[in-house]
Structures are given as structure tokens and as C-alpha cells.
């Protein structure tokens, strides 16, 4: 069997009264997504973890997944409306083979937004 | 490199602040074309004001407009008012007559169906072969699954993946927007097209449909509507008494 590429992606979220979520919120409302969209049998394919340990900047969760579910992850996330009872919407900031590419690119969207 | 387009957003109200925000917001997501939907009589300054917030966020904006005809008389007294006037025309089929009238007829750019109940949803093989027929595309605006719960839900989806098919088979081009009147119902490309796949679409026609497609009708109508434009391939170059050389 081949060996599946794992592919690290950092979510953002928004809401309408721009209160901020912790990171348990943020990854029970994807986990609910996830299971009211593939069931538990096709989330156990998808091979969704939580990343801890990992300094990311505020406000911002890193999940990671296999990269033949990386579209189902995301569309997934697409279907967030609201976390805690308040509308919201989760937003993908970047995707990465790696946890190193992950923060770089989440530096380089840091230094964009900024300017 | 491609580059994204989401030719539907309906914002609640023509409020200037809540409208840079939206556009604020796509561009963010990574949009570099979008389109709003205004009402029939759009103030002068207000879509100008529109187009420089646009361009302040570096996005290009596109006039689109919603005709929400109940017959296709009414769908074909729109049509010649208001095509000369938009760059986009969506026709929302709320009947069978009118989607028949609209994909048979080559002013009509969008077909949208917007209801979440499959008994009101008409974009059979009929309706497909007509639109190939034509230069219609079909919109699913992904808007559609916000709200739906439970086996209606389910059934949309149902729905949303046959019209997939169906638009595949006879070559309608499908084109996703977002469809959001909020900035929270906005999604990035990449997740509109994921969304997509979970219809049925592959990844690749996915980001097709929120990228070349609307950019390609998007260029068409801008060429149509060019005062230059005579016909599909003829253009004035030059005008005046000396048109030689």
C-alpha cells in the first residue's frame, strides 16, 4: 500500500461580532462539519488530527490530514456557519506539506496583511 | 496563475460601508473579479463609487443583474431592457417556462435555480439540451446548502450532483460563486471548489467553474458591449471620413 502524503492546513475564523474562539471551538465545529457531512466512517478516512505544541499565531488552528482528503477537509470547513451558537465562518489560510512551509507562508500572509 | 472570480454577491441592502466591506472581503479571499447583483434601476454613483472600491482593493468589478421573471413574456421584456445596460445577466427560474425561455435565449449568461426543494428545481436534460443550444451557464451559487438541514439537505445535494451530471453530459459550463449577501457567506476559491467536488465535480472543473469559465463570459459580454463590437468577430478599428490606411 502506498505510503499517504499528510498535508498540514492552518484555519482562521470570523465572526460577525469579530469575537475571537479558542482552539477546542474552532476544532469542534470542523469536527461536527466533518461528521454531519461524511459520517463517521468517511471521517475515519480522512485522517483529521488536531496539531498541538505548535506556535501559531493567534486565532489560527492547524489541522492536519491525509492530501487525498485535503479537499474534503476543506470543503468541510466551507460549511462551518457558526461556532458556539455564533455565526461565524472558518476560513482556510494555508496548506502545506509541512509544518515548517505552513509557517512560512503563514509569515508571509502575517508581512502581506500588514502591509 | 489562475485567477478567481465570484460573480454573485447580494448584499442585503445598497449601504455603501456594508458593500466595501463585502468587496473588502473578497478580495482578501483571493477574488480578483467580482460580481454584484443590482436592482434594474442602479444609481449612476452608486455602481461608480462600487467600481472605485473595487479598484481600491485591486478587485474588478462586474454589473450583473437578477431577473426574477413570472413568465417568459415578462423574461423577454427584461431582457431587452436591461442586457445593454449589465455585463452579466442571471435569469432566477422559478418556472419551468421561464427556464426553457432562458437557456434557449442567447442573451441570458447564468440560468439560477434558487430553490432548495427538488420539485422546484428544473434543470433536467431538456432544459441541458436547449442551454447547450445556447451561451447559457449553469450557476450553483453554494449560498444554496446555507440553511437546509437533515433529508432536505441530503436531497439538495442529491439534486445539485444530477444537474452536475446532466451539465457535463451536454457541455453546459457551470460557473460557483458564493452567493453570499454577508461577508461571513463568503468562502475563498479553493473552498468553493472543494465544496463543489462534494457535488460531484472534479477538482480541476471545480476550480475551472470559479475561474475560467466566468472570466470567459465575463470578457465575452465586455467585447459585446464594446461600442466597437459589431459582431462575433468583427470589430470598427477605425471611423471617419479617412479610412484608409
Known sequence: MRRLKKRYLALTTESSTGQTFSEREVWDALW?????????????????????????????????????????VRGAAALVRGITGEPAAVHVLGVSGTLKGLEQKLRACEVSSRE | MRQFADLCLRPDSMDKPRIERIICKASEL?????????????????????????????ADLVTRIDLTP?????????????????????VKCFSKEVARQAAKDRRVDLLVFPSRNWRDRFFDVAEARLASGGVAALELPMSLVWG????AWVRLLSCLREEVEVAK???????????????LEL?????L???ATLVGMASEEALDAV???????????REKLDENYVVEGVHVIKRGRDCEG
Do not use: M
Open chain 1, 32 to 72: 461536527r462539519s466533518v461528521l454531519r457531512l461524511f459520517g463517521e466512517v468517511g471521517a475515519s478516512q480522512l485522517g483529521l488530527f488536531r496539531v498541538r505544541g505548535f506556535d501559531a499565531p493567534g486565532g489560527v488552528l492547524l489541522v492536519r490530514c491525509w492530501h487525498t482528503a485535503l479537499e474534503r
Open chain 2, 30 to 58: 483571493g477574488f480578483s473579479l467580482v460580481g454584484i447583483s443590482l436592482p434594474a434601476k442602479a444609481e449612476r454613483d452608486k455602481v461608480c463609487f462600487f467600481r472605485r472600491v473595487c479598484r481600491d482593493y485591486r
Open chain 2, 70 to 90: 413570472s413568465s417568459s413574456s415578462e423574461l423577454l421584456r427584461t431582457l431587452s431592457q436591461s442586457r445593454r445596460k449589465f455585463e452579466l445577466v442571471a
Open chain 2, 148 to 151: 437546509c438541514e437533515g433529508s
Open chain 2, 169 to 183: 453530459r451536454f457541455g453546459v459550463p457551470l460557473v460557483i460563486c458564493s452567493g453570499g449577501s454577508d461577508v
Open chain 2, 187 to 191: 468562502r475563498g476559491p479553493h473552498e
Open chain 2, 193 to 195: 471548489a472543494s465544496l
Open chain 2, 211 to 221: 475561474s475560467e469559465v466566468p472570466y470567459n463570459i465575463v470578457k465575452r459580454n
